[in-house]
Nanobody, 127 residues
Framework: QVQLAESGGGLVQAGGSLKLSCTASGRRTSSDYAMGWFRQIPGKGREFVAGISREGFRTYYADSVKGRFTISRDNPKNTVYLQMNSLKPEDSAVYYC???????????????????WGQGTQVTVSS
């Protein structure tokens, strides 16, 4: 089991930046997991944002955030980050961290393949 805790959300003006953090805790270390970020707007389904392999060598992004968002991880700190730049009002959502245990260091899960989730952190981008 793993517990995921997001932080770093808040209110920012369009064009601004935020950096989200997700810290993993439990019997395993974060290096046992591929990690990802999702977001959800009320009344809509959860949307994949970015994913990163166990060792951080492979990343994958939704087209809507490519070139603006960067996912990274610091395994000694059991933390994954989402650096969000050039934010737009349509980026406003609750952002969730997700994880999947894997034995494969280069594996980045598909958007339906994560099985651990955090509670989410709100990001609001004002126009």
């Amino acid at each position: 089991q793993v517990q995921l805790a997001e932080s770093g959300g808040g209110l920012v003006q369009a064009g601004g930046s935020l950096k989200l953090s997700c810290t993993a805790s439990g019997r395993r270390t974060s290096s046992d997991y591929a990690m990802g970020w999702f977001r959800q707007i009320p009344g809509k389904g959860r949307e994949f944002v970015a994913g990163i392999s166990r060792e951080g060598f492979r990343t994958y992004y939704a087209d809507s955030v490519k070139g603006r968002f960067t996912i990274s991880r610091d395994n000694p700190k059991n933390t994954v980050y989402l650096q969000m730049n050039s934010l737009k009002p349509e980026d406003s959502a609750v952002y969730y961290c997700a994880a999947r245990i894997t034995d494969y260091p280069d594996y980045v899960p598909g958007e339906y393949d994560y099985n651990y989730w955090g509670q989410g952190t709100q990001v609001t981008v004002s126009s």
